[in-house]
Nanobody
Framework: QVQLVESGGGLVQAGGSLRLSCAGS????????MSWFRRAPGKEREFLAA?????????????YYAASVKARFTISGDNAKNTVYLQMNSLKPEDTAVYYC????????????????????WGQGTPVTVSS
C-alpha cells in the first residue's frame, strides 16, 4: 500500500515560516516527480512546486515553481528517504490552506506539473493557518 503522509502544518503568524514534509512509503512506491499543491477555503486546488529526480527538458534545475510562490517557497528532497519538503517563508494570511503532496511516475514535461490528473499518488493534506 503506497502512502504519502504530510506533516508540519499548523498555525503561524503572518511573516513567519513553516516547513512541511511529505514522506512516501510502501513496497510499490516509486516516483519521478513529487509536488506540493494547496487548496484554500472556497478555491480550487493549485500547484505550488515540484521536484524531479532528473529534471525536465527546458528547465535548468530539478525544481519548478508556480510564479505566485517562487520568491517565498523552496522545495527540496531526500531521494533516499522518499521525502520532500516545502520551506515556506514570509507567510501571509492568504497562504491559509490545506497543503497536499503528490507524486507521479514518469517525468513528463514541466507543464504537466500543474495538472492533478497527472499524478499517481496523493497525501491526505496538512492544514496551514496564517493569522494576521
Amino acid at each position: 500500500q503506497v502512502q504519502l503522509v504530510e506533516s508540519g502544518g499548523g498555525l503561524v503568524q503572518a511573516g513567519g515560516s513553516l516547513r512541511l514534509s511529505c514522506a512516501g512509503s510502501g513496497r510499490a512506491f516509486t516516483w519521478d516527480v513529487m509536488s506540493w499543491f494547496r487548496r484554500a477555503p472556497g478555491k480550487e486546488r493549485e500547484f505550488l512546486a515540484a521536484i524531479s529526480k532528473s529534471g525536465w527538458s527546458g528547465v535548468s534545475t530539478n525544481t519548478y515553481y508556480a510564479a505566485s510562490v517562487k520568491a517565498r517557497f523552496t522545495i527540496s528532497g531526500d531521494n533516499a528517504k522518499n521525502t520532500v519538503y516545502l520551506q515556506m517563508n514570509s507567510l501571509k494570511p492568504e497562504d491559509t490552506a490545506v497543503y497536499y503532496c503528490a507524486a507521479r511516475v514518469g517525468v513528463g514535461s514541466y507543464f504537466e506539473n500543474y495538472f492533478e490528473n497527472k499524478y499517481d499518488y496523493w497525501g491526505q493534506g496538512t492544514p496551514v493557518t496564517v493569522s494576521s
